[in-house]
């Protein structure tokens, strides 16, 4: 039995468009309720981005004068798509 690690490195979400630290993008999650299954939006500023299998994003927006972050799997089945609503310009790989 072999392994192809480049299989194990790319990205099984296909649906992830290239973004990174200080863009806004807008996540659609699927959110399972009981017996019921929804979309859910989550909206807000890229905090930052890790590459690699395990990799994630984090996504901070402010809700009610109160910051809620949120951290993603690149590879999560829950994400239904992202998209990039605006690209920044930030100095830095990760913001706090």
């Not at 979400?13 to 807008?26: L, M, Q, R, Y």
């Not at 981005?49 to 109160?66: D, E, I, W």
Request: net charge positive; aromatic share 4%; no cysteine.
């Amino acid at each position: 039995m072999s392994i192809d690690l480049r299989e194990l490195a790319s990205p099984r979400n296909e649906t992830i468009p290239d973004f990174k630290a200080g863009d806004t993008v807008s996540v659609s999650v699927r959110v399972v309720e009981g017996e019921r299954e929804r979309i859910q939006a989550f909206e807000g500023v890229v905090l930052r981005v890790r590459k690699g299998p395990n990799g994630s994003f984090t996504v901070r927006r402010m809700a009610s004068g109160v910051g809620v972050e949120r951290t993603f799997p690149l590879n999560g089945k829950r994400i239904e798509s992202v998209q990039v609503t605006r690209r920044g310009r930030v100095r830095r790989t990760r913001l706090e």
